[in-house]
């Protein structure tokens, strides 16, 4: 497969590339994995089963000690309601945070101009704002079960180009149809973070689309988000070694084979 990568991300080094997920259930879990990790990855990652437990305060506590913090909502409600959590998002000082781009046009737009409003008027730094098209966890037969007919291709792009078009910055979604959104949006700052990555040597766990971290960053995709590898290692500073080795020996595979073509 011949790598597809926006050249606004080509620069990143390996390290960057990292949002560890905090899947942990305590803020003190969450210390030590951010403590120990702070120097060696590009961000963290909270969702909903540690914000759910701790609460923003959380999120607050790591953005002032100065972490990258992905926000991990799924924002997916009515406009005004999700527009109004998006604002309280950027408040919060996250890097990045994310929607359902299922919850339509008007969502993201009203959620993308109110963000950006309220950072001009308060002179806050605006985050990025990430669409989820389709879970990693969802086989096609899910999509049937959600009366969906499309084929997981179609739907991933179909919301992709719908998601930068209403101006969102980038999407989530599966290494597997990274290559078809790079080719989909004509944005070329457009982003893909690709949860489900696993090392060479991983587990798949439940997830259903998943991908090495070679493998995805070929694809197109600018930013990892991994979990379990690394959170349930015996070393996690170990673990994120080996990942970012994989990643330096992806990145350098991909510069030669743009500069032999």
């Known amino acids: ?48 089963q540690l914000f759910t437990a701790e609460g923003p305060s959380i999120v607050r506590e790591f953005v002032e000690d100065g972490s990258r913090i992905f926000l991990d909502l799924k924002f997916h409600d009515i406009p005004n309601t999700a527009a109004k959590a998006s604002v309280e998002a950027a408040r919060c000082g996250v890097w990045m945070f994310n929607l359902h ?68 910055d980038g999407v989530v979604a599966s290494a597997l149809e990274a290559q078809m959104i790079r080719r989909s949006v004509e944005n070329r700052e457009f982003c893909i973070v690709t949860p489900g990555v696993r090392p060479a040597s991983g587990t798949f766990d439940d997830q259903s689309r998943v991908s090495t971290p070679g493998a995805a960053l070929a694809a197109g995709a600018d930013f990892l988000v991994i979990g379990r590898p690394i959170v349930r290692a015996q070393n996690r500073s170990t673990a994120v070694a080996n990942i970012v080795s994989e990643i330096e020996l992806a990145l350098n595979e991909m510069n030669f084979d743009e500069t032999s073509n």
């Not at 989820?132 to 969906?148: N, W």
């Open 101 to 168: 781009t299922a919850g339509g046009s008007e969502m993201m737009r009203r959620s993308v101009g109110e963000v950006g409003d309220i950072c001009e008027r308060e002179g806050l730094v605006r985050p990025l704002i990430i669409g989820v098209t389709v879970l990693t966890s969802m086989a096609p037969d899910a999509l049937v079960e959600t009366g969906i007919e499309r084929s997981m291709d179609e739907q991933v792009k179909r919301l992709s180009v719908l998601a930068a078009e209403c101006g969102l």
């Open 1 to 48: 497969m011949k790598p597809i990568q926006s050249p606004d991300h080509q620069q990143l080094d390996a390290k960057s590339r990292i949002i560890v997920a905090l899947d942990v259930d305590s803020a003190e879990a969450a210390r030590e994995i951010v403590r120990e990790l702070s120097n060696s990855v590009g961000g963290f990652k909270i969702g909903l």
